[in-house]
């Protein structure tokens, strides 16, 4: 079991980690995590290290945000498993610092949303669903240098990828090949390199 002790350990190396499905919980705790490193330390990189079978939407994008909000490098490792949200976020990373383990798997798709109600429920949902997937596919094609109209085709259905295909497609930069490739070196506050 991934206990807190374990991820405070990582925690105090600047690593963050999504392990398991997404969920706005998992997610405020990452944000958090991560302003809170940026403000102690502005200058010093950040991983997140990915193992994730994908999940909640708005705290995928509110990752993002915060991500791209802080003024810190943040770099991406994929574990085993980036599907969706974890995709999503493994391709957010720092250019030319995102990684991934040698059989590690990314999955890429649209997702899917329970939609109901009255018709005008159901109408005003759709609208808001076709804002969500084509800002979410516009990211995608942001990160990874693929045209949008790819990254939409290749998404309406379950996408694989090897780390090797990911790397072509422009989700990683990088396939891990040693250690100090994915630890983030240590730096300290006020002293001079």
Known sequence: MFSWRMREQLLGRRILVLDGGLDDDNGTVLMTQLLTLAAEDPLAPV??????????????LAIRDTMRLVPCEVSTLALGLACSAGQFLLSAGEPGRRFALPHARILMHQGSAGIG???????VQADDLRHTVNTVLSLIAEDTGQPFDRVCEDSLHDRWFTAEQARAYGFIDHIVENFT??????HRVGINA
Request: glycine share 14%; aromatic share 4%; proline share 11%.
């Open 47 to 60: 991983s997140l290290w990915i193992h994730s079978p994908g999940g909640s939407v708005p705290a995928m």
């Open 117 to 123: 109600g009255s018709a005008g429920e159901v109408e």
């Open 181 to 186: 490739q994915v630890v983030p070196q240590r």
